[in-house]
C-alpha cells in the first residue's frame, strides 16, 4: 500500500492564476491530461494529467501523484519541492513518473490556446487538453485509492474494483465479489440502501478493499467530482475512483 514521501531531488511547479503573476497562464481550477508527448515515449494505455488548484498543482504519468508548489515568471515554469505518493508500480511506470518530474523542473514555457495547454523544454513538449466534469451517473468509475485519516493508499496491485451508478442502482465490483443495491443521488450526497454481493472467497488484498468499500458504500455519504475523479465518504474514510 503507498504512502506520501517528500522528494527533495525532484522539483514540481505550482502554477498560479495569471492574477498572481502578471503573464502566467490561467490555469487555477483547472485539470489538463492527454497523450501527446515529445521527446519521450509514455508506457502502454498511460496519459499525462496535471490539475491546478490555487498554489497547488498535482501530477500523474501512470503510477504514483505528485504535487509540489512554485511560481511563474511570465509564461516560464520556476520550481520549488515535488512530494509523490508511493505506490509499488512496474519499472517503466516510475521512470515515467521521474522524466515528468524532471520535464516539470527544467522550466518549461507554457502556453494556453483555448482548451490546449502546451509546456515547451528544450526539444521535449507536452500537449494536454482541458478536462470538464465526468458525469456521476452512466460513468464506470474505477477504483483508484482508500483513505483513512486523511492517508491515501493505492489499489493492491491485481486487484480491480468499480463502481456504476444508473437509474437509481450501484453495480459495485468489490474487487473479487461483485453486486449492488439501490441508491438515491441528491445534490453532493449518496444515500445506499442494502448491498447484495456474491460470496466468494477471496484473496486477502481485495478482501482488505472490499471491506473499506462497504465501510463506505452505506448510509448517506457525501460525493464530489474533480473532472475525471470522484471522492466518496464520510468521516475519516474515503473512497477515490477515475472515471474510464
Given at each position: 500500500?503507498g504512502?506520501?514521501?517528500?522528494?527533495p531531488?525532484?522539483?514540481?511547479?505550482v502554477?498560479?492564476?495569471?492574477?498572481a503573476?502578471?503573464?502566467?497562464?490561467?490555469v487555477?481550477?483547472?485539470?489538463f491530461?492527454?497523450?501527446e508527448v515529445?521527446?519521450?515515449?509514455?508506457?502502454?494505455?498511460?496519459?499525462?494529467?496535471?490539475?491546478?488548484?490555487?498554489?497547488?498543482?498535482?501530477?500523474?504519468?501512470?503510477?504514483?501523484?505528485?504535487?509540489?508548489?512554485?511560481?511563474?515568471?511570465?509564461?516560464?515554469?520556476?520550481?520549488?519541492?515535488?512530494?509523490?505518493?508511493e505506490?509499488?508500480?512496474?519499472?517503466?511506470l516510475?521512470e515515467?513518473?521521474e522524466?515528468?518530474a524532471?520535464?516539470?523542473?527544467?522550466?518549461?514555457?507554457?502556453?494556453l490556446?483555448?482548451a490546449?495547454?502546451?509546456?515547451?523544454?528544450?526539444?521535449d513538449?507536452?500537449?494536454?487538453?482541458?478536462?470538464?466534469?465526468?458525469?456521476?451517473?452512466?460513468?464506470?468509475?474505477?477504483?483508484d485509492?482508500?483513505?483513512?485519516?486523511?492517508?491515501?493508499?493505492?489499489?493492491?496491485?491485481?486487484?480491480e474494483?468499480?463502481?456504476?451508478?444508473?437509474?437509481?442502482?450501484a453495480e459495485?465490483?468489490?474487487g473479487?465479489?461483485?453486486?449492488?443495491?439501490?441508491?438515491?443521488?441528491t445534490?453532493g450526497?449518496?444515500?445506499?440502501?442494502?448491498?447484495?454481493?456474491?460470496?466468494?472467497?477471496?484473496?486477502?488484498d481485495?478482501?482488505?478493499?472490499?471491506?473499506?468499500?462497504l465501510?463506505?458504500?452505506?448510509?448517506?455519504v457525501?460525493?464530489?467530482?474533480?473532472?475525471s475523479?470522484l471522492?466518496?465518504?464520510?468521516?475519516?474514510?474515503?473512497?477515490?475512483?477515475i472515471?474510464?
Amino acid at each position: 500500500m503507498g504512502t506520501k514521501r517528500l522528494l527533495p531531488a525532484l522539483l514540481l511547479p505550482v502554477l498560479l492564476g495569471c492574477s498572481a503573476n502578471a503573464g502566467g497562464v490561467d490555469v487555477d481550477g483547472e485539470t489538463f491530461s492527454g497523450t501527446e508527448v515529445t521527446g519521450y515515449e509514455l508506457a502502454p494505455d498511460t496519459q499525462i494529467s496535471l490539475t491546478f488548484s490555487g498554489e497547488q498543482v498535482s501530477a500523474e504519468a501512470g503510477c504514483n501523484t505528485l504535487f509540489g508548489q512554485g511560481s511563474w515568471e511570465g509564461s516560464e515554469l520556476h520550481v520549488e519541492e515535488l512530494a509523490s505518493t508511493e505506490m509499488g508500480c512496474e519499472a517503466a511506470l516510475h521512470e515515467q513518473d521521474e522524466w515528468l518530474a524532471g520535464f516539470l523542473q527544467s522550466t518549461p514555457v507554457a502556453s494556453l490556446e483555448g482548451a490546449t495547454l502546451t509546456l515547451t523544454s528544450g526539444d521535449d513538449s507536452l500537449t494536454l487538453t482541458r478536462e470538464e466534469d465526468a458525469e456521476l451517473e452512466g460513468t464506470r468509475w474505477r477504483l483508484d485509492g482508500l483513505e483513512r485519516n486523511e492517508a491515501i493508499s493505492s489499489i493492491p496491485q491485481g486487484v480491480e474494483a468499480s463502481l456504476k451508478i444508473n437509474d437509481g442502482q450501484a453495480e459495485i465490483d468489490f474487487g473479487c465479489n461483485t453486486g449492488g443495491g439501490e441508491v438515491t443521488v441528491t445534490e453532493g450526497q449518496l444515500e445506499f440502501g442494502e448491498l447484495i454481493r456474491t460470496l466468494k472467497g477471496c484473496e486477502e488484498d481485495a478482501t482488505e478493499v472490499e471491506t473499506q468499500m462497504l465501510s463506505v458504500l452505506q448510509g448517506t455519504v457525501d460525493y464530489e467530482i474533480d473532472r475525471s475523479q470522484l471522492r466518496i465518504g464520510s468521516g475519516d474514510e474515503r473512497l477515490h475512483f477515475i472515471a474510464e
